[in-house]
């Protein structure tokens, strides 16, 4: 017999969820039990059928974050560790071998891990967690991590949490970043390795996790169509279009970014790899006036 709270969803939100949509919105809600925030809840429909499980946030304009849609499931360890299985099973049968140093490995509502964004970088998870609900369990879905990949003989030395996105206090989360489990090699910052460039990444400090994996394959397929154009990056970041593109045999490369961190950075990963690369600093907009108009054909 299942003891979670019910919310009651009008037929607008009904349809939203029927068509795999993860979330409830606070307007869809017609009537709810007193619900603790961060605890599951049992989405039913006007006529009082089952919708699914998820997160309850009365915080959040997304009420209820959707986790399962099974009236079998136990939300217990086994249940986190079969949801960590299924999604670096599947990620270590997309990506190709020479690219398992770093990769994507928790794609958030994709994964039906609602909120949670995992990376992997050499041995380091560099983890976001923007949902209370999975916040209040990040220690079940941590433990499960380290289970997972020890099993599969993925070295694994320490978890860092870039939990300072402001979107957590939409949630009712405070902002934080540091070790949750300290690695071996505390220093915080790796050199990873991606479609053949090297990257120094600095998962302290950098944007988001630090390094923007899940734009893997756009960079690939930037590599394809460089071959003999004048390749301008603009908002290159950490450089990987503009190494992408020299890659791919670009005739010329010019990357533009207005912050002097992130150029400064991108000329390293630049020296890094051997790259003759020119950057520029400044607001992309004002750049892109004085640049010759027809340099760049791509």
Known sequence: MRNYKK??????????????????FEGNIENSEIIEDGSLVDVLNEKKKYLGTGFYNSKSKIRVRIISRNTNDKFDYDFFKRRVEYALNYRLEVIDKDNLNSFR????????FPGLTVDKFDDVL????????IDLRKDVIYKALIEVFKEKNILITGIYERCDNPIRLKEGLEEYKGWYLKS???????????????????????????????QKYNRQLIKKLAKNKNVLDVCTHTGSFAMNAYLGGAMSVTAIDISEKALSDACKNFKLNNMDIDPICGDAFEVLEKLPKKKYNT
């Open 105 to 112: 490995v928790i794609y958030g509502e994709a994964d039906e």
């Open 126 to 133: 560099v983890t976001e967690v923007l949902s209370l609900g």
């Open 7 to 24: 919310v009651i969803i009008d037929k607008k939100g009904e349809e939203r969820l029927k068509n795999n949509h993860p979330w409830v």
């Open 184 to 214: 071996d090699n505390p220093i915080t910052m790796r050199i990873i390795v991606e479609n053949g460039i090297k990257y120094f990444v600095d998962f302290e400090n950098g944007q988001k996790t630090g390094f923007f994996l899940d």
